[in-house]
């Protein structure tokens, strides 16, 4: 885990084995809008409502201003985006947003894989090297992730890491055409620390189960 930049945190390359998270590049938007068009059945029910059209919104000229806004909000100390990148290739997205610091030092993680590779592990892996990343460069001290209840791929995820289910959340968020109810999950750093981060532990798991 690499801390690059003054911002607390960002920019930073992080990796664990062939799970590579790294800042956005301008030359990603060909390998970002192939995977976003290809995964149109398998991503769009989990997102936010857009208008538009699922090609043109995930297209290449698109990406401009999705790595744009990215940057901007991570600048300001609101965002840390990554790129998943399995062996160097891109196949995902995760997160840290909406940035709270002072006496909330806190933060919500959204993600994203490639259907084609889904079942490998990498989603798992990247999310505890993003709240350890958190937790220890960050300043931060409780990550939440709030999942939709249909979701049962997403929930695994978080639920083979540990998080703790704190909430039911009725219409929370407008995703795929209408207002859906979705679960709250969290951690903070005191969970975590005596097992020497959620990767540890998370390496542990794989190997118990494997």
Not at 56 to 68: D, K, P, Q, T
Not at 125 to 143: E, K, N, Q, S
Not at 177 to 192: C, F, K, L, P, Q
Request: charged content about 25%; overall charge positive; some cysteine.
């Amino acid at each position: 885990m690499i801390p690059l930049g003054a911002a607390p945190g960002w920019p930073a390359v992080l990796r664990d084995g062939p799970v590579l998270l790294r800042p956005y590049r301008r030359s990603d938007a060909a390998a970002w809008s192939e995977v976003r068009r290809a995964n149109r059945a398998w991503l769009a029910p989990w997102e936010p409502s857009a208008p538009g059209d699922w090609n043109e919104l995930n297209s290449i000229a698109a990406y401009r201003f999705v790595h744009r806004d990215q940057r901007k909000s991570a600048r300001r100390g609101e965002s840390m985006p990554f790129a998943v990148c399995l062996e160097d290739r891109f196949v995902g997205h995760i997160n840290l947003g909406n940035v709270v610091r002072r006496a909330f030092c806190s933060a919500y993680v959204g993600y994203w894989v490639d259907g084609r590779i889904a079942g490998r592990a990498v989603i798992p892996t990247a999310l505890a090297l993003v709240v350890d990343h958190a937790f220890r460069y960050g300043g931060l001290h409780r990550i939440e992730v709030n999942i939709r209840p249909e979701n049962k791929p997403s929930r695994r995820v978080v639920e083979k890491l540990g998080f703790r289910e704190e909430a039911y959340h009725p219409r929370y968020m407008h995703i795929d055409g209408a207002w859906r109810d979705h679960i709250g999950y969290a951690m903070t750093s005191e969970e975590v620390v005596a097992e020497g981060g959620l990767l540890a532990r998370w390496h542990r798991v794989r190997t118990a189960t494997s």
